[in-house]
Structure formats: C-alpha cells, structure tokens
T-cell receptor
C-alpha cells in the first residue's frame, strides 16, 4: 500500500512570506492530521480532520495557520505570514479512523526553514 | 490536557537490552503508542497498549500500567539500526481522542 505523500520535502522562506504544504493520505483513511515537530521535540498536533470536517484545531495558531481538506482526501496547510519560530518539520499523518487502536501513519514531512 | 514525560537520551551496546520509560498524566486515557523515529525520517508505529500488561512483538515489547500512568518499551538484542528516537504517545478520550507525543528518548547503539 502506498504511504502518506507530502510535498515539498524542503522549503526555505523569509519571515513574513507565505508557504503551503500538501498531503495525500493513505487511500481509505478517514482521519488526517497535521503535526509540527520542532528540532529535539516530539510532534505537536496542529489540526485533525475526520473526512472533510475539523475534529480538533485547538492548538492551531489560527491568526497565521490555516488548513483544509475540501474533498475529504488531500489536505493543504498554509502559513501566512511566517515567523522565525515556525521553522520545524511539518508532518502529515493519516489513520483508518478515530478509533483508539488506529495507529497513525506518517509522511516524510516538509522541513521548513524561516530566515 | 496531557502531560507525557520521557528521559532524553541513553547509550547502549550492540546485543544488549534497553528499557525506555514513559510516564503520563491524562484525564481520559484511551491507549498508548510507541513510535520509532530515525533522524530526518517520519515516525513509524511500533506498538499499542490499552490494557495493563506486556505486549511482545519480536525484539520489541511494551508494558502498560494504567494505575501508575506508566509504560516502558523494551528493546532486546540491540542492533545498530535501532539507534533512533523512541516516542511515547497517549490518546485522550476527553480531548477529541487526540494523540499527544512526548519529547522522545534518543537511543544510541554503540559496537
């Protein structure tokens, strides 16, 4: 089975610029997640979708971050405008459903550097 | 909310056994996962515990005590390729079933 696909793999932007990341989950996976992982830390959940609806965006900095999953499959995460502290790896993950024992499958991530 | 604590780094010799601990505090525990993450790569799923006791999967075993808010991952017959960060993650039923990760424990395997 194909894994979670993310692009781009790397991105370097200047502060105050905008950036967008794309994710294609594993086919048939209803739940999609965006995590932010700062160097030396564990992943932090930004937003969780169930099909095309938002389940949890309580930790998303909504003044600058937005995400959508319009058709319940692919998703995009946008940062506008970027700050230096947004430098991190942005990981997309998917799971079959929201059940307790459904493991998350992660993509390789997008490494963002804000200068 | 969830509070997950893991020690930061340990070094072990090839062929040895290493135990990685994780303590957590959560109001609606709904399962604990262990993930392995090699540098620059995505986390990969290792194990899942929701009931107390030991789950064994080849060289890796994971233990859970819900009353103590404690889990450990046991790595046996260490190999060089086991050098990675090991992440403990807990689901909180009262937090939209959110999966929250600890900071990870970096294991370095030396010959």
């Amino acid at each position: 089975e194909a894994g979670v696909a993310q692009s781009p793999r790397y991105k370097i932007i200047e502060k105050r610029q905008s950036v967008a990341f794309w994710c294609n989950p594993i086919s048939g996976h209803a739940t999609l997640y965006w995590y932010q992982q700062i160097l030396g830390q564990g992943p932090k959940l930004l937003i969780q979708f169930q099909n095309n609806g938002v389940v949890d965006d309580s930790q998303l900095p909504k003044d600058r971050f937005s995400a959508e999953r319009l058709k319940g499959v692919d998703s995009t995460l946008k940062i506008q405008p970027a700050k230096l502290e947004d430098s991190a790896v942005y990981l997309c993950a998917s799971s079959l459903d929201m059940g307790g024992n459904s493991p998350l499958h992660f993509g390789n991530g997008t490494r963002l550097t804000v200068t | 909310g969830q509070n997950i604590d893991q020690p930061t780094e340990m070094t072990a010799t090839e062929g040895a056994i290493v135990q990685i601990n994780c303590t957590y505090q959560t109001s609606g525990f709904n399962g604990l996962f262990w993930y392995q993450q090699h540098a620059g790569e995505a986390p990969t799923f290792l194990s899942y515990n929701v009931l107390d006791g030991l789950e064994e999967k080849g060289r890796f075993s994971s233990f859970l005590s819900r009353s103590k808010g404690y889990s450990y991952l046991l790595l046996k017959e260490l190999q060089m390729k086991d050098s990675a960060s090991y992440l403990c993650a807990v689901r909180d039923l009262k937090g939209n079933n959110r999966l929250a990760f600890g900071k990870g424990n970096q294991v370095v395997v030396i010959p």
